[in-house]
């Protein structure tokens, strides 16, 4: 801890609302504990460029609202070398920095393990995706954010749905995890969701829209997790389609309008508690940690674990899905 002056800051990996509050917390609470700062901008690409400037209380004054990252982010193959790796740590010694904090997804975690073992630097990670699909943490900065959008979207979708009597396969992000798809459909009140977590049933799901529009309903949407397993909304549709052609089937993915926007006030309170823990940890000696959310409480997950997603689905939100699509 004594020889730590100075703190490197950088956004890794796909951008998620809330990148930006975190920048904030980071840099502020820093400086209140008398360190300098240094923001890298486009994650490791900046490292190893060497783009890196000096972070001020005034640099991150009106950014908490903002949506993408002010420090840019990028994916950054030569990171994955160790030739790429030793030009980051050389230009980071140039820099005079000591320790690091990353935000960013599961491979800016790898990368930040790598490269703190590497070089026995300080690295403290703070998780930034909007797939919510790291171990040991209940959220991760971005989620909820990526969530209210996904839900404003059904919302509009299912007045068009609803007035052509349509249904409508909506695909959603979520890399390998099913979150956005399943809690998506339950804040939107949709009728069946597809995750990865679970084997898709097609015959069980064209059973239930069948039904449910024979019964009551006019209009039906099926939120699907991207996914190669499930051929994502398209590769449904289509299979659905064949079994069921009396409907007028759509598909719309959601796409990248799923990462943008202003944060909502529960990532901005998030990615604000983890930015102060990310100083707070370098200063009790804690090294090569995430900090996570569990139950409320904040609290320190090696990478190993982090980099596991294993959390799982669920299965009575499914069945909540499917109890409330009567
Ligand atoms: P998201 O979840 O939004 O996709 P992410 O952080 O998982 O974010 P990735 O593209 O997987 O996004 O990783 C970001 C960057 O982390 C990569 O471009 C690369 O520079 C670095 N990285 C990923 N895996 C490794 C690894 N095994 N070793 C070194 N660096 C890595």
């Known amino acids: 801890m004594e020889q730590i002056k100075c703190i490197g800051v950088l956004t890794s990996g796909g951008d998620a609302p809330g990148m930006n509050a975190a920048i904030r917390a980071v840099t502020r609470t820093a400086i209140y504990h008398g360190f300098t700062v240094k923001g890298i901008r486009r994650g490791y690409k900046g490292l190893i460029t060497g ?9 991150v004054s009106n950014i908490i609202q903002l949506g993408g990252t002010i420090l840019k982010s990028a994916r950054c193959k030569e990171f994955c070398t160790p030739e790429g790796r030793k030009l980051a740590y050389e230009n980071m010694q140039a820099a005079g920095i000591d320790a690091l904090v990353v935000i960013g997804g599961d491979g800016s975690i790898k990368g930040a393990g790598e490269f703190a073992s590497e070089y026995n630097i300080p690295v403290v990670a703070l998780p930034g995706t909007i797939d919510n699909d790291l171990g040991g943490t209940d959220a991760t900065i971005g989620y909820d954010s990526a969530l209210n959008t996904i839900m404003e979207a059904v919302d509009k979708l299912r007045d068009t ?5 349509r249904l409508f396969f909506v695909e959603v992000m979520g890399h390998t995890a099913g979150y956005l798809a399943l809690n998506g459909a339950i804040a939107s009140g949709a009728e069946a969701a597809i995750v990865p977590e679970m ?4 015959d069980q799901l064209a059973e239930l829209i069948n039904n449910g529009f024979r019964k009551s309903k006019n209009s039906a949407i099926v939120l699907v997790a ?5 051929g994502g909304a398209i590769g449904l549709a289509e299979r659905v389609k064949k079994e069921f052609p009396q409907y007028d089937a759509r598909v719309t993915i959601l796409g990248h309008l799923q990462r943008g ?3 909502t006030s529960l990532d901005r309170i ?4 983890l930015g102060e823990a990310a100083i707070e940890a370098f200063m009790e000696g804690q090294r090569n940690v995430m900090i996570g959310v569990r139950n409320s409480q904040l609290v320190y997950v090696p990478f190993s674990k982090a980099i596991r997603h294993n959390k799982g689905i669920n299965r009575t939100y499914l069945d909540l899905v499917k109890i409330l699509s009567i």
């Open 51 to 59: 783009d890196i400037v000096g972070m001020e209380s005034q640099s």
């Open 161 to 165: 749905a609803s007035s052509h009597e």
């Open 261 to 263: 926007g202003s944060p």
């Open 226 to 230: 991207e996914n190669p397993k499930t």
């Open 270 to 273: 998030l990615a604000s508690r």
């Open 199 to 202: 084997e898709t049933e097609v």
